[in-house]
């Protein structure tokens, strides 16, 4: 469940078992929902949890996510208003409560609820969703792409996996040239990736890219949440989360625990522009350091080492034991050779395996030169 779903959805059960308090009603309720005309019968809905986009014709209304029960009647209003034909279809984009949340108001108008096969089961097994009507989970369930011709354009719905959960659709409507990317893109945020829903961060680079790949420089993009977007806010999203994502990973590879991955707060050039109320710095730290712990062997390797091992394996090490034995190869005192090099197999032990079997090589050097000396020094006695 998204942030934003766990902190209201939780009022929401609230609401739902205990008659409301007047002040979380009104608090739920302080956002504005603002209705925009795309063209061509289309429009988006913003305002109060993910963004709505709906088609109006000759067809019939066709409704891309919910929102909020508490806002659904608002937004039923909004959309009778520029259309008086029925609403046919209700897709989810993923199963979280500020995209779904509405679905019931929607099904008793007569709408079909449409989804990937994923959302109808975590809306089935989720604690927060199994309070909502199963009336109102998706009837309809695909596991891949699907397209819907309606309203003289096509619905091109496309599957991402295991991108912000792993049931998200996004959608493509070539004729109108709109996108709606469902939360596998928050405008000029940082994203939330639900890694305990089965969405990565690589699968939302993935899914974004796709889009991206989709789109034209006049191509409108419907983000999840957030303003009306174009496809270099696409491509600014995928730069950002490659390179918070190589910014963690860089902390980890010092053999960085978690915590102390976020106390170094890597994304720190980043979070003026992308941090927000939900997902600040330290979150988007936090999940780019879960993921990679899934994800990236090395990166996991080098965490589970720890800093003391990484320490003692810098290469310095093996440098001071190659510089001390081209000294000691050259040096005419071998007890003082011997000694340095001691010195330095002692150092060498704690060092990884390729500075100590540099050091092992050095003493069969030495005790080569040493034995030269010996027999060099008897002529001279
Ligand atoms: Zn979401």
Same mark, same amino acid.
């Given at each position: ?8 959805? %939780? ?16 608090? *739920? ?8 005309? +795309?063209?061509g019968?289309l ?34 209003? +909004? ?11 209700? +897709? ?27 959302? #109808?089961?975590? +809306? ?29 354009d ?7 996996? $295991? ?10 409507l070539?004729k109108s040239n709109v996108?709606?990317?469902? $939360? *596998? ?8 990736? $639900? ?8 699968? %939302? ?9 989709? %789109? ?14 174009? #496809? ?23 053999? @960085? ?34 993921? @990679? ?37 050259? &040096? ?7 000694? #340095? *090099?001691?010195? %330095?197999? &002692? ?18 050097? *030495? ?15």
């Open positions: 469940m998204s942030p934003i779903c766990t902190a209201i959805a %939780a009022s929401l059960s609230t609401l739902m078992l205990h008659p409301a308090p007047t002040s979380i009603t009104a608090s *739920l309720q302080q956002a504005e929902t603002e209705r925009a005309d +795309l063209g019968g429009y988006m809905l913003t305002g109060n949890g993910g963004n709505i986009l709906f088609s109006t014709g000759d067809d019939g209304t066709f409704v891309v996510d919910s929102q909020f029960a508490n806002v659904a009647e608002q937004n039923l209003e +909004l959309i009778k208003e520029v259309s008086d034909g029925p609403i046919v279809f209700v +897709l989810n984009t993923h199963f979280h409560g500020d995209h779904t949340g509405g679905n019931k108001a929607f099904y008793s108008e007569g709408a079909t609820i449409i989804a990937h096969e994923n959302v #109808r089961s975590r +809306l089935a097994n989720t604690p927060e969703a199994r309070a909502i009507d199963t009336d109102t989970f998706p009837v309809i369930t695909f596991s891949e792409n699907t397209t819907f011709y309606w309203n003289s096509e619905f091109r719905v496309m599957h991402a996996a $295991d991108a912000h959960t792993d049931g998200d659709a996004f959608l493509y070539p996108i709606h990317t469902g $939360d *596998l893109m928050f405008a000029g945020r940082y994203p939330y990736v $639900d890694l305990g829903s089965g969405g990565s961060v690589g699968g %939302a680079i993935s899914a974004l890219e796709a889009i991206h790949d989709l %789109a034209d420089k006049d191509t409108r993009i419907v983000p999840g949440h957030g303003p009306l977007s174009s #496809r270099d806010d696409v491509a600014a999203t995928i730069t950002m989360l490659q390179a918070t994502r190589a910014l963690v990973r860089a902390e980890m590879m010092k053999g @960085l625990s978690r915590d102390e991955v976020i106390a170094a707060d890597p994304l720190a050039e980043y979070n003026g522009t992308w941090s927000w109320r939900f997902i600040d710095g330290d979150r988007m730290t936090g999940t780019q350091f879960d993921d @990679l712990m899934a994800t990236d062997a090395e990166a996991k390797a080098a965490v589970d080492a720890g800093p003391a091992k990484e320490a003692k394996a810098v290469p310095a090490s093996a440098t001071k034991v190659t510089a001390s034995s081209d000294a000691m190869i050259n &040096d005419d005192d071998p007890q003082t050779a011997t000694t #340095r *090099l001691e010195a %330095a197999q &002692d150092e060498t032990e704690q060092a990884v395996n390729k500075a100590r079997s540099r050091a092992a090589e050095v003493i069969e050097d *030495l005790t080569k030169i040493e034995s030269d000396s010996e027999d060099a020094d008897d002529p001279q006695q």
